[in-house]
């Protein structure tokens, strides 16, 4: 079972950046991975995801040229670096393991979770 913990998560003002970790196993990154957030409220949503060797990526509309998906393997890390935080990015934001190499957006195939870490942005 893949253990994945996210922090990095905070109280930020609109319009701030703010970067988020996951930290995994050695074998959990040698998976595609995604970052998803859920708002109160809400469902969970896709945000980014990443593949793992190439490094493709993909990314939800909303946080397209905004948002930065990256990992580094070595360090089985992965990383969301967030600029130009709007309110309506208020959720909590997990990563996840896929179940394979590729970067696909579909929650259905992310096979292990984190705990997920809160963002809050303030106006």
């Known amino acids: 079972q893949a253990q994945l913990e996210e922090s990095g998560g905070r109280l930020v003002q609109a319009g701030d950046s703010l970067t988020l970790t996951c930290t995994g196993s050695?074998?959990?990154?040698?998976?595609?991975m995604g970052w998803f957030r859920q708002a109160p409220g809400k469902e969970r949503e896709f945000v980014a995801a990443?593949?793992?060797?190439?490094?493709?990526?993909y990314y939800s509309d909303s946080v397209k040229g905004r948002f930065t998906v990256s990992r580094d393997n070595a360090k089985s890390t992965l990383y969301l670096r967030m600029n130009n935080l709007k309110t309506e990015d208020t959720a909590v934001y997990y990563c996840?393991?896929?179940?394979?190499?590729?970067?696909?957006?579909?929650?259905?195939?992310?096979?292990?979770w984190g705990q997920g870490t809160q963002v809050t942005v303030s106006s």
């Open positions: 050695r074998r959990t990154f040698t998976y595609a």
């Open positions: 990443i593949s793992v060797v190439l490094g493709d990526t």
């Open positions: 996840a393991r896929n179940r394979g190499p590729a970067a696909t957006m579909s929650e259905e195939d992310f096979v292990a």
